[in-house]
């Protein structure tokens, strides 16, 4: 049974660096599938942020112009882990976080989700 | 990007109840949609994906219909545990895209 936990400090200051890492058990991500992180907010819903696949080949979304530039996924297959950085956060980052597995390669859903992390933005 | 649109926001239901939500897409999507349920403090969870096929584990009284741009989630008799929001998401086009929910209140 797959199984992915969130990790990373619930607080961040506005303009630091926002970094989650996502540990996957019951599965090896080298075996294949995208791994994507998802968050979600009272007033922006569940937006998809970015998947990554083993070769640490990503995909980002690019209609949140917000994040454009400051959201990087990556991979590290040694750990089983795959990670979020969000640099230059602000108030509008704050959100609860969740890591997920693709049902695919790239299919666009998820069928496994984290519980998920809420961060908060805030001096 | 697609938008989709889940209509109604909160609907009041009683258990054994039989349910219809509805989402609709800003464009065609063929059948690639999926359908979560979340319930609070909780990851969403896959119930449906192609519009139809349900996820590993769901119960039979979850069913799901629809093709282009309009789709339905039906649970034919409602039990407590299905009281919780409902999210649509689209997995035909890049970037993928979710609806706002649709909320499952006890009447």
């Known amino acids: 049974q797959v199984e992915l936990q969130e990790a990373g400090p619930g607080l961040v200051k506005p303009s630091e660096t926002l970094f989650l890492n996502c540990s996957v058990s019951?599965?090896?991500?080298?075996?294949?599938?995208?791994w994507g992180w998802i968050r979600q907010s009272p007033g922006k819903g569940l937006e998809w942020l970015g998947s990554?696949?083993?070769?640490?080949?990503?995909?980002?979304?690019p209609s949140l112009t917000s994040l454009h530039s400051r959201v990087t996924v990556s991979v590290d297959t040694s750990k089983n882990q795959f990670y979020l950085r969000l640099t230059s956060v602000t108030a509008e980052d704050t959100a609860v976080y969740f890591c997920?597995?693709?049902?695919?390669?790239?299919?666009?859903?998820?069928?496994?989700w984290g519980r998920g992390t809420l961060v908060t933005v805030s001096s | 990007e697609i938008v989709m649109t889940q209509s109604p926001a909160t609907l009041a239901v009683s258990p054994g109840e039989r349910v219809t939500l509805s989402c609709g897409a800003s464009?065609?999507?063929?059948?690639?949609l999926a359908w979560y349920q979340q319930k609070l403090g909780q990851a969403p969870r896959l119930l449906i994906y192609?519009?139809?096929t349900r996820a590993a584990g769901v119960p039979d009284r979850f069913s799901g219909s629809g093709s282009g741009t309009e789709f339905t989630l039906t649970i034919s008799s409602l039990e407590s545990e299905d009281f919780g929001v409902y999210y649509c998401?689209?997995?035909?086009?890049?970037?993928?895209?979710f609806g706002q929910g649709t909320r499952l209140e006890n009447k």
């Open positions: 464009q065609s999507i063929s059948t690639k």
């Open positions: 990554v696949f083993r070769t640490g080949s990503t995909f980002y979304n």
């Open positions: 192609r519009a139809s």
């Open positions: 998401q689209q997995h035909d086009d890049w970037p993928q895209t």
């Open positions: 019951g599965y090896s991500i080298s075996s294949g599938f995208y």
């Open positions: 997920a597995k693709d049902a695919g390669y790239m299919y666009g859903y998820f069928d496994t």
